[in-house]
Nanobody
Framework: QVQLAESGGGLVQAGGSLRLSCAAS????????MGWFRQAPGKEREFVAH???????HYADSAKGRFTISRDNAKNTVYLQMNSLKPEDTAIYFC????????????WGQGIQVTVSS
């Protein structure tokens, strides 16, 4: 079993920055594919960013140029640095872990609120 715990959310003004962290336990991060997702009120959950254990990184178009996903395998933690935040980035952000490259995400965190005020 893998447990994921997000932190770092909160309220920020438009144009500001936040860094989300996702601490993984139960399995070495180096063996996990990791992703960030978000769900805004009244909307479906959407993909934000992904980092594979080979170093592969992929972003949603909405995140490109503003968000940076990174991992610290020594700390078993994945980060999402979010810059130039917009009110439309307001959502609950979830981290997720997949055991198999190219497979579905098997484990999810509880989520953390990010609110961007205009």
């Amino acid at each position: 079993q893998v447990q994921l715990a997000e932190s770092g959310g909160g309220l920020v003004q438009a144009g500001g920055s936040l860094r989300l962290s996702c601490a993984a336990s139960g399995r070495a991060l180096s063996m996990l594919q990791m992703g960030w997702f978000r769900q805004a009120p009244g909307k479906e959950r959407e993909f934000v960013a992904h980092t594979g254990y080979t170093g592969y990184i992929h972003y949603a178009d909405s995140a490109k140029g503003r968000f940076t996903i990174s991992r610290d395998n020594a700390k078993n933690t994945v980060y999402l640095q979010m810059n130039s935040l917009k009110p439309e980035d307001t959502a609950i952000y979830f981290c997720a872990a997949a055991l198999i490259r190219g497979g579905a995400y098997d484990y999810w965190g509880q989520g953390i609120q990010v609110t961007v005020s205009s």
